[in-house]
């Protein structure tokens, strides 16, 4: 079974897998874009990774072979995580957005605290997967003659 999930409608993204998703944004941020992006994978030209995660990105080699076109769609149109994991999100944040979030661990109160831009939010908000949250901060982008500032959030599971 394929690592990405396709597209069925116009509403649904590319899913990718929480893995893949830190692999992809490890890559953006050494600020390549998303054709030289798409062409590293396919070529292979990939780098080593030096960081704590210790990335393979010849993983994402064998992602795109297995879906050209939407590998291609979630690299320039965005994705979805399938399956998000509390240590997931931190990690994704740490890698997609360079900030450091803290870690509630307390039983029914699970949670990853962060102070986020409205951008950022946005960003995080959609790639989660089912079953999270973000709580707080500024859900709207302010106007462009205002200085961007960072909010407090929280990114919790739903509760019922």
């Known amino acids: ?40 994978v396919q070529t292979g030209n990939l780098p080593v990774d030096g960081s704590k995660f210790e990335f393979d990105y010849h993983r994402l080699t064998e992602l795109q072979a297995e879906g050209p076109q939407a590998f291609e769609q979630a690299v320039k149109a965005g994705y979805q995580i399938k399956f998000n994991t509390i240590r997931g999100i931190r990690s994704w944040i740490e890698v997609a957005l360079g900030k450091e979030a803290v870690l509630e661990l307390e039983e029914g109160r699970e949670a990853v605290e962060v102070e986020l831009t409205a951008a950022e939010r946005a960003r995080l908000t959609a790639v989660l997967s089912y079953g999270w949250q973000v709580v707080g901060g500024n859900a709207s982008n302010p106007s462009s003659d205002e200085p961007e500032t960072v909010s407090p959030v929280r990114i919790e599971p739903v509760r019922h």
Do not use: Y
Request: charge should be negative; avoid cysteine; proline fraction near 0%.
């Open 1 to 40: 079974m394929s690592s990405l999930t396709e597209k069925t409608d116009k509403t649904e993204s590319i899913k990718l897998s929480q893995g893949d998703a830190l692999l992809v944004e490890s890559l953006r941020r050494r600020g390549w874009s998303d054709e030289e992006l798409l062409d590293r």
